[in-house]
């Protein structure tokens, strides 16, 4: 494929670009960034053009998200663009799930946006159920049962009386791509995790509102991925410096990385960062007993995939350890001790011991029954139980799925480390293959090239090879 040529809309207004350029916006939980990309001769080539810091704040002893934060950084990283003289044509964001933020019957934002990690849905979960079991409520939406889901959050400001002036429901992507257009759409893939779409229908599951008494009409039709939100408002065009369209991306930022991935049909992946989420990609939802009580859940991917997976504590182990010894050792030298250790004993990374402790190092120690137990056995432990956790989930998936994974695509920060990718090769006897860390950037991009062009994602996904060294591991 050769350069792509301006075309149409934004593009056509600024002839002088040669190559057409897409901005992605990629916002985590602790950070977001701007990667400004563009397709030359069949190749994809991207920058980080403008970062920074988002975070939880505390208001009230409620767990919050500062939106006009994160809306100012956005217009601020897009403004970037015109200082480089590199002017995106399409635009497209993409975010964490779960999240979302209400608007009143003047479009005002009902404040405050609180974040999934406040404590207020432990007790909505269980509420939720007496209405709606869990089995009920998995087979309806395939989604696994978590009490921060979207589901118990909105039950709470029913509680509350948040929902009694709600007019308009917006997931974090769809309200941050709002704010730069005037025009509000619900994404499919991040509404997915909200527990509320029907897996069958791949809509809103109108039953599900009925039975908790959530106002149906504040939700919009799911709309698709590479499909148009809306120009710049003339307001964001005055401050940014020019105009471009915004368009979707798969706006959960797994649904993005996965996009990204060259899956074939026996193929599994690993998005490995502070969480390891494994899984395959299925073009049906399996939502029966076996797959709720695996806890592996059915998140919704661009052109109506399914993400069938699992989510496993990760690197978030490693970094609580580093920072734990005063960041005094470098991952590398972490892992060099791992590897100079000969214990076997192990952990479950999934157990609730592990998700917030004081120290990571005691848990581990304490779970192990070694409390005095050498730091570099405690790094072994961790890596061995990781392989080993990958390994039964792979089995678990291709129980449940009748798949039989031939090989694992390891993306994300965590695919770095070398030692747990060769480890994770010889546990679960796969091919594993690295080379896509950017993969939740690569696939906001790619959705963008996919509208501008008008290909597949199948092609998408050649771009990738074309652009990427994807290599196996060696064990």
Same mark, same amino acid.
């Given at each position: 494929?050769?350069?792509?040529?301006?075309?149409? #809309?934004? *593009? +056509?207004?600024? !002839?002088?670009? =040669?190559?057409?350029?897409?901005? &992605? /916006? $990629?916002?985590?939980?602790?950070?977001?960034?701007?990667?400004?990309?563009?397709?030359?001769?069949?190749?994809?080539?991207?920058?980080?053009?403008?970062?920074?810091?988002?975070?939880?704040?505390?208001?009230?002893?409620?767990?919050?998200?500062?939106?006009?934060?994160?809306?100012?950084?956005?217009?601020? #990283?897009? *403004? +970037?663009?015109? !200082?480089?003289? =590199?002017?995106?044509?399409?635009? &497209? /964001? $993409?975010?964490?799930?779960?999240?979302?933020?209400?608007?009143?019957?003047?479009?005002?934002?009902?404040?405050?946006?609180?974040?999934?990690?406040?404590?207020?849905?432990?007790?909505?979960?269980?509420?939720?159920?007496?209405?709606?079991?869990?089995?009920?409520?998995?087979?309806?939406?395939?989604?696994?049962?978590?009490?921060?889901?979207?589901?118990?959050?909105?039950?709470?400001?029913?509680?509350?009386?948040?929902?009694?002036?709600?007019?308009?429901?917006?997931?974090?992507?769809?309200?941050?791509?709002?704010?730069?257009?005037?025009?509000?759409?619900?994404?499919?893939?991040?509404?997915?995790?909200?527990?509320?779409?029907?897996?069958?229908?791949?809509?809103?599951?109108?039953?599900?509102?009925?039975?908790?008494?959530?106002?149906?009409?504040?939700?919009?039709?799911?709309?698709?991925?590479?499909?148009?939100?809306?120009?710049?408002?003339?307001?964001?065009?005055?401050?940014?410096?020019?105009?471009?369209?915004?368009?979707?991306?798969?706006?959960?930022?797994?649904?993005?990385?996965?996009?990204?991935?060259?899956?074939?049909?026996?193929?599994?992946?690993?998005?490995?960062?502070?969480?390891?989420?494994?899984?395959?990609?299925?073009?049906?939802?399996?939502?029966?007993?076996?797959?709720?009580?695996?806890?592996?859940?059915?998140?919704?991917?661009?052109?109506?995939?399914?993400?069938?997976?699992?989510?496993?504590?990760?690197?978030?182990?490693?970094?609580?350890?580093?920072?734990?010894?005063?960041?005094?050792?470098?991952?590398?030298?972490?892992?060099?001790?791992?590897?100079?250790?000969?214990?076997?004993?192990?952990?479950?990374?999934?157990?609730?011991?592990?998700?917030?402790?004081?120290?990571?190092?005691?848990?581990?120690?304490?779970?192990?029954?070694?409390?005095?137990?050498?730091?570099?056995?405690?790094?072994?432990?961790?890596?061995?139980?990781?392989?080993?956790?990958?390994?039964?989930?792979?089995?678990?998936?291709?129980?449940?799925?009748?798949?039989?994974?031939?090989?694992?695509?390891?993306?994300?920060?965590?695919?770095?480390?070398?030692?747990?990718?060769?480890?994770?090769?010889?546990?679960?006897?796969?091919?594993?293959?690295?080379?896509?860390?950017?993969?939740?950037?690569?696939?906001?991009?790619?959705?963008?090239?996919?509208?501008?062009?008008?290909?597949?994602?199948?092609?998408?996904?050649?771009?990738?090879?074309?652009?990427?060294?994807?290599?196996?591991?060696?064990?």
């Amino acid at each position: 494929m050769g350069a792509v040529q301006p075309m149409g #809309g934004v *593009a +056509r207004r600024n !002839e002088e670009v =040669k190559e057409m350029y897409h901005l &992605a /916006i $990629d916002i985590g939980a602790s950070s977001g960034r701007h990667i400004l990309g563009r397709l030359k001769e069949g190749r994809l080539e991207s920058e980080e053009i403008y970062r920074f810091e988002n975070g939880i704040h505390q208001l009230d002893g409620t767990l919050t998200w500062d939106v006009d934060h994160l809306v100012q950084h956005i217009k601020k #990283g897009i *403004a +970037r663009c015109a !200082e480089l003289g =590199k002017i995106p044509a399409t635009v &497209a /964001i $993409d975010t964490w799930g779960v999240d979302y933020v209400l608007l009143d019957g003047q479009e005002q934002e009902i404040l405050p946006v609180v974040a999934y990690r406040d404590g207020r849905t432990d007790a909505g979960a269980a509420e939720v159920a007496k209405i709606l079991p869990q089995e009920e409520l998995y087979a309806r939406t395939g989604i696994q049962k978590q009490n921060f889901n979207t589901i118990y959050q909105l039950w709470c400001d029913k509680q509350s009386g948040k929902l009694d002036t709600a007019a308009h429901f917006l997931m974090m992507p769809d309200y941050l791509s709002y704010k730069l257009t005037g025009v509000m759409k619900n994404e499919y893939t991040n509404a997915t995790t909200a527990n509320l779409v029907n897996a069958e229908s791949k809509e809103w599951d109108t039953a599900i509102l009925e039975r908790l008494g959530i106002p149906a009409h504040i939700f919009l039709p799911l709309a698709l991925p590479t499909t148009v939100v809306g120009e710049f408002t003339p307001a964001v065009q005055a401050e940014v410096g020019f105009n471009a369209t915004v368009i979707l991306c798969p706006s959960h930022d797994t649904a993005s990385a996965v996009a990204a991935i060259p899956l074939e049909e026996d193929c599994a992946y690993i998005s490995s960062g502070t969480w390891s989420l494994i899984g395959t990609e299925n073009t049906y939802p399996v939502t029966g007993p076996a797959a709720m009580a695996a806890n592996l859940t059915n998140e919704g991917g661009i052109e109506y995939r399914f993400r069938f997976l699992k989510n496993i504590m990760g690197m978030w182990l490693f970094q609580n350890i580093r920072k734990e010894l005063g960041k005094q050792y470098t991952y590398d030298e972490m892992m060099k001790m791992a590897m100079s250790s000969d214990y076997e004993g192990l952990i479950d990374p999934t157990d609730d011991a592990f998700m917030a402790p004081q120290s990571m190092l005691g848990a581990i120690r304490t779970y192990l029954g070694e409390p005095e137990l050498p730091l570099g056995d405690v790094l072994a432990c961790v890596y061995h139980s990781l392989a080993a956790s990958y390994e039964r989930s792979i089995r678990e998936i291709e129980q449940i799925s009748g798949k039989k994974i031939g090989a694992i695509h390891i993306v994300g920060g965590g695919s770095k480390d070398a030692y747990l990718n060769r480890l994770t090769a010889k546990q679960t006897g796969c091919k594993v293959y690295v080379g896509l860390t950017e993969a939740t950037a690569t696939g906001n991009l790619l959705s963008q090239v996919m509208y501008s062009e008008k290909i597949s994602l199948a092609a998408a996904r050649e771009i990738v090879k074309e652009t990427f060294k994807i290599s196996e591991v060696t064990v």
